[in-house]
């Protein structure tokens, strides 16, 4: 693929929301990537329109996905899923409500680890389960779950814990230990976990290996629900189609019902094709995705130490979004600041739950990337 070919000129032909920015700006927000899609998920999708054919999904279409789910679950992350355990649905953040609404009493509190990806600080509570904000610790650099922190919001009365893995926006791929040490505090407190592992695809860091939480013992996956979807790695989170895989017996029968009336025929059929076409035919695509993007995150780092003296960042394990902490360079909204004085455009920290933070995706071509953290640093200079 010509990553190069990705420049802002040929973005802005066409409507995307990561390019809704003022004139000669830069979008570096919201979680979409400029590379366009797979080639077999533009010829599959082509063929639909062309047949004129974009209608209700059929059982052949359904049992496609079931299948490429399960076999890249199997090839990628070594996970039998079981056929009665995965389910069909449109979206993860919808996803997650109906495992609230179906498996908790209204007005349970949950445990949201921050920082966190926006619509879990706020769907959560907008939608009668309080979000309880456990702040994670730096440990020695790297993000980590403050475990302790969670045990006693658990023994406060929260029933269940969001966990993101890879997590967005810190980037980091938990370690089967971290994961385990989690699995027996949700335990000892007779709770659950919404494991979103919609970033999964998109592990970069050479020698990360995404772990699905639900693996780590016979507990964790006993009380679990796991999110998952071609839509980020594939990039086409329009197309409206996630999976979830049901471990816990008890959340699966609570859920089977509103799944089969209702939920499971929400996805869209050309998000159901073409996450079929994405799991199993194109895996090469995400492959080189996946290799331009550990380059772009450690360029990052270079860019970073070169224009944005005394901001710190992590080079993430997986995903495309870097999360830079400005607090020692005293701008309280960065992305603000950045927005109006380089016309960049990234997500600030505190709709994540940290003030002083920037999230930064870097997807985009690499002049782009150079291009916009040289103007942000020139912004910083002019201050
Ligand atoms: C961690 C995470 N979860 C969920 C979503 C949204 O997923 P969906 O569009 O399927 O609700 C995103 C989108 O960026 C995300 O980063």
Redesign the pocket.
Known sequence: MDFASFTPEYLQRAERLKWQVPAGGIGAWV?EMDYGVAPAIAEVLRGMVDAGSLAYNTPRQTAALREATLSFCADRYDWQVAEDELFIVS????ALLLTLRHTLPAGTPVVVPTPA?MPFLSVTTAFGYPAVLVPGIDADGEYQLDLDAIDSALAAGARAVVL?NPH?PVGRVYRHEELLALSEVVERHGAQVFS?E??APLVIAEGATHIPYATVSEAAAAHTVTAT?A??GWNI?GLKC?QLIVTSEAARTELRGPIQAYYGSSAATPGIVASAVAYRDSRDWIDEVRAQLRSNSILLGELVAEHLPGVRYNVPQGTYLGWLDFRETGLESPAEFFLKNANVRCNEGITCGASGFLRFNFAMAEATLRDAVGRMGEALRRR
């Open positions: 979680a979206d993860v953040i919808g990806y993101t967005n979103d919609i970033h979807a839509s980020k989170p996630a």
